[in-house]
């Protein structure tokens, strides 16, 4: 009985952990498509919230990462690596090229 109810609260406590660093991933990435929809200078980018700033979107960008980092950069490897095979397995069902947006981000950097 004491040996279930211990690898059932690590498995949960694992579970939990794993979910809680997807969660800030998501938040991270939203930052950074803000910052970065901010920086292209997008034409439909009209951020309706009034104390909108792309210093924000940064800052919440680093925190979350920095949060991850700290907690457990092994943990964060392995959802980045998720979320990098999981966007990457979806572009190449759309059939639609990657190259595009390299492109703009090229050209907004110049």
């Known amino acids: ?3 279930g109810l211990g690898l059932g609260l690590g498995l949960g ?3 939990g952990l794993g979910l809680g660093f997807q969660e800030l991933l ?3 990435l939203v930052n950074f498509a803000c910052l970065l929809q901010d920086i292209l200078k997008e ?11 792309p210093a924000i979107s940064f800052c919440g960008l680093v925190l979350c990462l920095f949060i ?4 457990r950069w092994s943990v964060l490897a392995s959802t980045c690596a998720c979320a990098c095979t ?10 639609s090229p990657l ?4 492109h703009a981000l090229v050209s907004a950097s110049q």
């Open 43 to 53: 034409p439909n980018w009209r951020p309706r919230f009034r104390f909108y700033h």
């Open 86 to 95: 999981c966007t990457c397995s979806s572009q190449c069902a759309q059939q």
């Open 26 to 28: 998501c938040y991270a």
């Open 68 to 71: 991850m980092f700290f907690t």
């Open 13 to 15: 406590l694992g579970l």
């Open 1 to 3: 009985m004491g040996l």
């Open 99 to 102: 190259h595009h947006v390299l």
